[in-house]
């Protein structure tokens, strides 16, 4: 209150009296440096003042000039208070610690916006699933084979999709905001202790046939997607999901299609053409069946890779399905968050790269993958914020 009077007094102190209304702020700069007598108190806001109206004018001017003086300062803190936010984010982009027990902070529309961003002119349209209408009515073209278009393939991929289901569920339809988790595959996880955190995402992404038997405290234990191929489908589904976790088939050839009929129709099955054995008895609802739109291998072969959509080399490049997991999430979800990404650099070239067993990277020397080229790809998502990381990178 004393600090109030004294500023009121020093400002009025330099209001020289012949101020006109119009130029009252322009005067009250020119200072009050000789003001003497009759002017001088007028200037202090004197009582005894023979114009009534002036000590009103100056008490206006004084609270304006308290306003301005309060409105800088506001604005000085808000400047203050975004830098250390943005500096905060920069310090956390390679790794975001999730404050145990509350939700994250959603904002609608982000990842679409980072989306945007990243991927520059790309369709927000793209169904997430392969749908039967776009194969049954009106074939839709597609610009290429598998495993970025479905050219070629459009007779098998009509009959499994008669059998599958495309919609996304209506649980998931309905969040306003969507928080998804991408869970990598990466050795990162153990002994983090993520769990709880990892099962409070709406959305929980994992891959191929990584387990959460065993490992619910370092990975949790909700699966909402879990992305495969017939090669890395686990043989006993029923132990690692949930009843309502969607297996999300990635299709990299013909006979991938093959094998999902052959499972879901109970028809003769074909071993020959794969890589590795996928499971020939495979216990699952048909209704947890979908097939992923390869618009995302395109995306994320295209835009995060730049890789070459024709490659005429035996051992064909290709996104890994964690990578190709989080395109899918940016189009899917409003908030991104990814753990257990990032391989063992090459100082640690015996450290295994999975959490759930000991496996090291000279397992992938045939895969086509270029996991440093992916590392480049995933830290700059993280730079420009457009998904966070919950384990280091
Ligand atoms: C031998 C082999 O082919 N291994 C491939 C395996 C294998 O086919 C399945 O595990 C079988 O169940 O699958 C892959 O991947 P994988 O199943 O190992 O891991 C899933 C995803 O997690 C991310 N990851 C994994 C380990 C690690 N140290 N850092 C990571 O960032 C990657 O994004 C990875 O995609 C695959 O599908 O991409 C890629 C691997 O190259
Ligand atoms: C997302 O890719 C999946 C996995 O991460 C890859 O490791 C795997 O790569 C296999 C590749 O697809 C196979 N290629 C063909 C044409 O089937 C390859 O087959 C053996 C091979 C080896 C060397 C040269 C030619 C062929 O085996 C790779 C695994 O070692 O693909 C997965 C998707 O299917």
Redesign the pocket.
């Given at each position: 209150m004393e600090e109030a009077d004294e500023s009121r007094e020093e400002i009025s102190a330099q209001m020289p009296s012949s101020c006109p209304n119009r130029v009252r702020r322009k005067c009250s700069l020119s200072g009050t440096a000789g003001l003497t007598g009759r002017e001088g108190q007028v200037a202090r806001g004197s009582r005894d003042d023979s114009s009534p109206q002036e000590p009103w004018h100056l008490r206006n001017m004084i609270s304006k000039s308290r306003w301005k003086l309060l409105a800088t300062l506001a604005l000085v803190l808000a400047v203050m208070v975004w830098y250390s936010i943005s500096r905060e984010d920069r310090y956390t982009e390679l790794f975001y610690f999730p404050i145990p027990g509350k939700k994250e902070p959603c904002l609608q529309g982000e990842a679409e916006r980072m989306a945007s961003k990243l991927f520059g002119n790309y369709s927000r349209e793209q169904p997430v699933f392969l749908q039967l209408k776009d194969y049954f009515w009106v074939k839709t073209p597609s610009a290429y084979e598998l495993p970025y278009g479905t050219k070629g393939s459009e007779d098998l991929l009509l009959r499994v999709l008669a059998i599958t289901s495309y919609s996304v569920p209506e649980s998931i339809q309905s969040l306003k905001c969507r928080r998804c988790v991408v869970v990598g595959n990466g050795h990162r996880l153990r002994n983090s202790s993520l769990g709880e955190a990892i099962n409070k995402y709406d959305v929980v992404i994992r891959l191929n046939s990584a387990p959460v038997a065993g490992y619910e405290r370092d990975v949790g234990s909700k699966t909402t997607l879990r992305l495969f191929?017939p090669?890395s489908a686990h043989f006993n589904p029923k132990v690692e999901d949930n009843p309502d976790t969607l297996l999300v088939m990635v299709a990299?050839?013909a006979m991938d299609f093959h094998w999902i009929e052959s499972i879901l129709s109970d028809k003769k099955r074909v071993q020959k053409g794969f890589?590795k054995q996928p499971p020939l008895i495979w216990d699952v609802n048909p209704k947890q069946i979908r097939i992923l739109n390869p618009f995302f291998m395109e995306i994320a072969a295209d835009k995060l890779l730049s890789l070459p959509i024709q490659q005429p080399y035996?051992?064909k490049q290709?996104p890994?399905?964690g990578l190709l997991a989080i395109t899918l999430a940016l189009h899917l979800c409003d908030l991104v968050h990814i753990a257990g990404f990032g391989y063992p650099d090459a100082h640690h070239k015996r450290q295994s790269i999975h959490y759930y067993e000991y496996i090291t990277l000279k397992s992938?020397v045939?895969?086509?993958?270029n996991v440093s080229q992916e590392a480049l790809a995933i830290k700059r998502m993280l730079e420009i914020g457009a998904v966070k990381n919950l384990t280091y990178f």
């Open positions: 191929y090669e990299f050839k890589w035996k051992i290709k890994t399905t992938m045939w895969s086509g993958h």
